[in-house]
Structures are given as C-alpha cells and as structure tokens.
C-alpha cells in the first residue's frame, strides 16, 4: 500500500545541512515527475523543488541556492539536499510522484531547524 517512503530528517541547528531520500516501492519511477512540499504548523503544503522525468528542476523563491533536487531512476529515488538551513525551514517534508499513470505521496518526514 505505501508507493513512497521518505527518511533523512531530523533536527539541526540554524546553518547546517540536511539529505532528504524518496524510495519508490511499487512503480517504475522513469516515467513520473517527482517534487517535494512541505508542511509547516498550521500552515497549508507547498512545493519546494520538481524534476521532470527528463530532469528538468525548479525551485520556489526561498530555497533558490540553498537546495537541489536529483533523482536515480534505476534506483527508484528521489533527493533533496538542504544546505544553510533556516528556522522557517522547518516543516514535514513530503515527497510526491505523479503521472499520467498515477499520483502517488509519502507520509513524509520532520525537518526542524533550531538552535
């Protein structure tokens, strides 16, 4: 029933680095493009970061220079590393696969930045 796993989060201090993964567990990943959101307290999921199945990406405003996502189809996975991280980076962090063939989305994953 889970199509998406996400792990690599945890807690950090202001400035440091985090590498989130996606693992895809019952579809071929080639043909999906794949993003990150994230979901803050009482906040609604935003986008992060997308890569296109031809490994086009982009990125919203605040994380521009700070992230980059990947991803290694014949590994069926999904990266997003994180550097200088800040406090309103903190948020669960899901990830996402979508198709003509399906829309799939993990349970997600903490991030929080604090000193």
């Given amino acids: 029933q889970v199509q998406l796993v996400e792990s ?11 590498r989130l993964s ?4 019952l579809f071929t990943l080639k043909t999906y493009d ?7 307290p009482e906040k609604g999921r935003e986008l992060v970061a997308s890569i296109t ?35 309103e980076d903190t948020a669960v ?6 198709s003509p063939y399906g829309l799939y989305w993990g349970r997600g994953t903490q991030v929080t930045v604090s000193s």
């Fill in 22 to 25: 996606c693992s895809a567990t």
């Fill in 34 to 40: 794949m993003s990150w959101y994230r979901q803050a």
């Fill in 53 to 87: 199945s031809g490994g086009e990406t982009e990125y919203a405003t605040p994380v521009k220079g700070r992230f980059g996502i990947s991803r290694d189809d014949a590994k069926k996975t999904v990266a997003l590393q994180m550097h200088n991280l800040k406090p």
């Fill in 93 to 98: 962090y899901y990830c996402k696969a979508q």
């Fill in 8 to 18: 690599g989060g945890g807690l950090v201090q202001p400035g440091g680095s985090l």
